[in-house]
């Protein structure tokens, strides 16, 4: 016997959550909305708000926008606190801060001077090019 389909969860929230040991209306009332949310997310799904607000209208037996904002709102700090309560993923180290360091490049004086004509190359160092006091011809 399968359980009675829940308003807005469609099949595959209805997987997830079944997955996490949540299987009737009465398994997710006993919890409430955020934990519901967060069981799928520890267990490695990548939920959406989305799931979050269809729990709530789920429990709630309205269309999942129909939820004000202000009840999102409150769903969302809810979440993002119960999130950073997770420990960091396995294998794969804490996110850091992003640094970006730029560098001056570097200029020589006789390009600035004209003496290179930007290839980097002296004259005796291109092919068939010679230096005066080398001796070469």
């Known amino acids: 016997m399968t359980a009675p389909k829940m308003r807005n969860i469609g099949p595959k929230s209805a997987a997830w959550l079944r997955q996490v040991g949540l299987r009737t209306h009465e398994d997710i009332s006993a919890i409430g909305t955020v934990e519901a949310f967060m069981r799928v997310k520890r267990a490695g799904f990548k939920p959406t708000l989305n799931l ?3 729990i709530e209208g789920a429990l709630l037996d309205c269309h999942w926008q ?6 999102r709102q409150q769903l969302i700090q809810a979440a993002e606190a119960a999130t950073a309560l997770l420990p960091p993923p396995r294998n794969k180290p804490a996110a850091a801060p992003v640094h970006t ?6 200029r020589h004086d006789a390009f600035e001077a004209g003496g290179l004509d930007g290839t980097g190359l002296d004259d005796d160092d291109r092919p068939g090019g010679h230096d005066e006091d080398d001796g070469r011809d």
């Open 101 to 106: 360091t730029v560098h001056a490049e570097e």
């Open 52 to 54: 979050l607000y269809a």
């Open 66 to 71: 129909e939820i004000s904002d202000e009840r």
